[in-house]
């Protein structure tokens, strides 16, 4: 039987009737168009070639309970889902490689690296006591809230250059005091 000449709503109906014939001309007339769907989409011809075979691998065991009227529009929708469903398995993967990396980086840590770090943040606090009041407030908005200088001006009905002024003078007294501190360590 030549397959080739047979519509798509016959193939079906002789593929849900286990004709190896039809599945093989089904295959022949579509694998290049999803392949190019699933390369468009993921962007790796080995994991576009895999999709493609998981669609056709999955078409032929369900294919008694096949009811599909346009079998083009099927797969390219199935090979859309396919390649939709892999990347965010790829997304979730690495976001848990980045978890586990982040994590195992933070259990690194040694006691001594932790110490050193609580020394650090206590001098950082010594040295800002030293600093005049306003002086400090805006090297704290600046620094550990992240704040820009026109937020910070804005807020304190201040000009940016006086708050850049301020936060010359505490980056300059910090780095005087904190001097001793890297050399320490």
Same mark, same amino acid.
């Given at each position: 039987?030549?397959?080739r000449?047979?519509?798509? !709503? ?20 579509? %694998? ?6 699933a390369?468009h ?5 080995? !994991?576009?070639e ?6 056709f691998?999955?078409? %032929?065991?369900?294919r008694r309970?096949?009811?599909?009227r346009h ?10 889902h396919l ?5 965010k398995?790829?997304i979730?993967h690495r ?7 982040l ?8 006691? !001594? ?5 609580a020394?650090l943040s206590?001098a ?7 600093l005049?009041?306003?002086?400090c ?7 550990? !809230?992240? $704040?820009?200088? $026109? ?8 000009s940016?250059?006086?708050i850049e002024?301020?936060?010359?003078k505490?980056?300059?007294?910090l780095?005087?005091?904190?001097r001793a ?5």
């Open positions: 039987m030549n397959y000449l047979i519509p798509e !709503e016959q193939l079906v109906g002789f593929l849900r009737d286990d004709d190896a014939g039809a599945f093989e001309e089904i295959y022949n007339r579509y %694998w290049y168009k999803l392949f190019g769907v390369y989409q993921i962007g790796t011809k080995e !994991e576009a895999e999709l493609v075979h998981d669609l691998e999955s078409l %032929w065991h369900r309970q096949l009811v599909v079998l083009g529009m099927y797969l390219v929708v199935s090979i859309k390649s939709t469903n892999y990347i398995s790829q979730n976001r848990l490689q980045e978890y586990l990396i994590h195992e980086m933070q259990q690194s840590f040694s006691t !001594e690296e932790l110490v050193n770090f020394d206590q950082v606090e010594e040295v800002m006591k030293k005049p009041e306003k002086t407030e805006i090297f704290r908005l600046s620094r550990f !809230e992240n $704040r820009s200088v $026109r937020d910070i001006a804005n807020e304190l009905n201040l940016e250059k006086a002024y301020h936060l010359t505490s980056m300059k007294l780095k005087e005091q904190l501190y890297q050399n320490y360590n």
